[in-house]
């Protein structure tokens, strides 16, 4: 069948703990084994023609989670904006982070805007992490930005423009794995029309395959907009 590929892709990757807790691994390890399969699927998403990939990797609310796990996992984001920089550039993708920035450490918050600078030229794939991400803690900083402004007022497409993901296409499709089915505060004002897929296999266990699979079925919904399609 003929792919449709999606210029906007955005993916909950769930799952990483269950993964490692069926293997009688500490949860720690499905993070650092989820951290290469959103490499790879970020190199696929290069490969098919995909223009923004947007990852949601950690929640206003993962902050309730043991400490001990928080830290690890900013720890492995750490080494991963420091050891990928290069690959970034020459792979042709742009990185963007969404989210709060305000609770991140100061170092890890400069490694962040270094990288955003750094890969701000390559135009091949923008990969988008949300970082310290909630979808209403998004509108409410839109709406304190819009105050600011000074704006009397306001419509939908000012309104967006506000938002993290101002000026980027709302998402054509939403994968979120581990057989979850709630969007649990991500992108809510951008996923109005966004096609939703979801699949039992656990983020360390999603690949290239299970993509392809997705935007196989994403290729065959009919999108209307509230629209009646013509026969
Ligand atoms: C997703 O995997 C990664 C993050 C939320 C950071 P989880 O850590 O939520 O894995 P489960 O859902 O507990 O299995
Ligand atoms: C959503 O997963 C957040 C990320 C993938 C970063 P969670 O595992 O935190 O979501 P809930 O708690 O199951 O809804
Ligand atoms: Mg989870």
């Keep these: 069948m003929e792919l449709r590929i999606p210029d906007h892709i955005a993916i909950i990757m769930d799952g990483n703990g269950r993964w490692a807790r069926k293997r009688g691994m500490p949860r720690i390890m499905g993070h650092y084994r989820g951290a290469e399969v959103a490499e790879e699927i970020a190199k696929a998403c290069a490969d098919l023609g995909v223009r923004y990939l947007t990852l949601f990797a950690f929640s206003t609310e993962n902050w309730k989670r043991p400490r001990e796990e928080v830290d690890l996992l900013f720890n492995l984001l750490r080494d991963y904006l420091k050891s990928k920089r290069e690959d970034l550039k020459k792979l042709g993708i742009r990185i963007r982070f969404i989210g709060r920035r305000d609770r991140i450490g100061g170092d890890l918050r ?47 497409e000012t309104f967006s423009s506000f938002l993290d993901l101002g000026g980027v296409p709302d998402p054509d499709l939403l994968i979120r794995t581990a057989g979850e089915k709630r969007i649990s505060n991500f992108i809510l004002w951008n996923l109005a029309y966004t096609e939703l897929y979801f699949t039992d296999l656990c983020w360390p266990e999603f690949s290239k395959d299970e993509l392809i699979r997705a935007i196989e079925d994403f290729s065959r919904r009919k999108r209307k907009f509230g629209r009646v399609l013509d026969e």
């Design 110 to 156: 400069s490694l962040m805007e270094d990288l955003e600078r750094y890969t701000s030229d390559n135009s091949r794939l923008t990969v988008i992490l949300a970082v310290d991400y909630g979808g209403r803690d998004d509108i409410v900083r839109a709406v304190r930005r819009v105050i600011d402004s000074g704006a009397r007022s306001i419509d939908e």
